[in-house]
């Protein structure tokens, strides 16, 4: 009961991120009300498997029994037209047990099939203990999960308790959201840590973007606003040996990022409120 209790607080804030992120990314509210729904779905399959504890041996039949019509109902209803169509053709050709096998053993897939196998048995797995994931397939090295095998689908750094260091860098895991640590300035595909094939891309108002590395296309407009990035904390790193990248996240700088953009939009409000310019305040 405890462990449920707590992930429950878990699941609040990833509600509340979608919240936040929903008011101030205008451009992204049609998948973030998916992934909204999509996670009211997956709580429930959580507090359901952290109860009923399935076996290991039986994790890919649960989750195809249990979870998947509820995944792939949610995601008829409020996922985008492409996914919608992918899935329903896939449905008519593959059976929902066979992609979730593929995923637990590590085989390669279809991203459709991967997304209704990960979407299913991730939060199944991060409800059981580490005996019911191992017994998923994959390399237990330094670049996959420890614990069930996986390969990350994310970098991140954590927050340090020193201001001017960053915090230590560690991968998220694709299937069952455990976490690891893995050294800097090392791709996570291919183990390559030679500096010069390992590009890093980032954003105007960033200091890697400011460097020449920046990503193009997003909302902001870096000719009338070069300095407010729209991901400062969000980065991508690359490699040039295997051709793959991973996004790295600065929770440290996505912290800072939320407060400052908490503050800008008070001042915002309250300037509007008393008919001043909203260009009188410093941002």
Request: proline fraction near 7%; include cysteine; glycine fraction near 8%.
């Given at each position: 009961?405890?462990?449920?209790?707590?992930?429950?607080d878990?699941?609040?804030?990833?509600?509340?991120?979608?919240?936040e992120?929903?008011?101030?990314?205008g451009?992204a509210?049609?998948?973030?009300?998916?992934?909204?729904?999509?996670?009211?779905?997956?709580?429930?399959?959580?507090?359901?498997a952290?109860?009923?504890?399935?076996?290991?041996?039986?994790?890919?039949?649960?989750?195809?029994?249990?979870?998947?019509?509820?995944?792939?109902?949610?995601?008829?209803?409020?996922?985008?037209?492409?996914?919608?169509?992918?899935?329903?053709?896939r449905?008519?050709t593959?059976?929902?047990?066979r992609?979730?096998?593929?995923?637990?053993?590590?085989?390669?897939?279809?991203?459709?099939?991967?997304?209704l196998?990960?979407?299913?048995?991730?939060?199944?797995?991060?409800?059981?203990?580490?005996?019911?994931?191992?017994?998923?397939?994959?390399?237990r090295?330094?670049?996959?999960?420890?614990?069930?095998?996986?390969?990350?689908?994310?970098?991140?750094?954590?927050?340090?308790?020193?201001?001017?260091?960053?915090?230590?860098?560690?991968l998220?895991?694709?299937?069952?959201?455990?976490?690891w640590?893995?050294?800097?300035?090392?791709c996570?595909?291919?183990?390559?840590?030679e500096?010069?094939?390992l590009p890093?891309?980032s954003?105007?108002?960033?200091?890697?973007?400011?460097?020449g590395?920046?990503?193009r296309?997003?909302?902001?407009?870096?000719?009338?606003?070069p300095?407010?990035a729209?991901?400062?904390?969000?980065?991508?790193?690359a490699?040039?040996?295997?051709?793959?990248?991973v996004?790295?996240?600065?929770?440290?700088?996505?912290?800072?990022f939320?407060?400052s953009?908490?503050?800008?939009?008070?001042?915002?409000?309250?300037?509007?409120?008393?008919?001043?310019?909203?260009?009188?305040?410093?941002?």
């Amino acid at each position: 009961m405890a462990a449920i209790l707590t992930t429950q607080d878990v699941w609040a804030d990833r509600r509340h991120r979608v919240k936040e992120l929903r008011a101030r990314q205008g451009f992204a509210r049609q998948l973030l009300d998916f992934y909204g729904a999509l996670l009211a779905v997956q709580e429930k399959a959580y507090v359901e498997a952290a109860s009923v504890r399935p076996a290991g041996r039986n994790l890919a039949s649960y989750c195809a029994d249990v979870v998947v019509p509820r995944i792939v109902d949610v995601s008829l209803f409020a996922g985008p037209d492409q996914l919608r169509s992918q899935l329903l053709h896939r449905l008519e050709t593959e059976q929902p047990l066979r992609m979730i096998e593929q995923w637990i053993a590590g085989d390669s897939q279809a991203m459709v099939d991967r997304y209704l196998a990960r979407a299913s048995l991730g939060p199944v797995l991060e409800a059981l203990d580490a005996e019911a994931r191992a017994t998923c397939g994959g390399p237990r090295d330094a670049r996959h999960c420890p614990e069930c095998g996986g390969p990350p689908q994310l970098s991140y750094f954590e927050r340090s308790a020193d201001d001017l260091a960053t915090g230590p860098r560690r991968l998220l895991c694709a299937r069952c959201g455990a976490s690891w640590g893995y050294p800097r300035m090392t791709c996570p595909g291919c183990g390559e840590d030679e500096s010069t094939k390992l590009p890093v891309f980032s954003e105007y108002g960033t200091a890697s973007g400011e460097r020449g590395s920046v990503v193009r296309g997003l909302p902001a407009d870096p000719v009338a606003d070069p300095v407010h990035a729209v991901f400062p904390h969000v980065r991508i790193e690359a490699c040039e040996s295997c051709r793959q990248y991973v996004l790295s996240i600065d929770l440290a700088t996505g912290l800072r990022f939320r407060w400052s953009t908490r503050w800008r939009r008070s001042r915002l409000i309250s300037t509007r409120a008393s008919g001043a310019s909203p260009r009188s305040f410093p941002t």
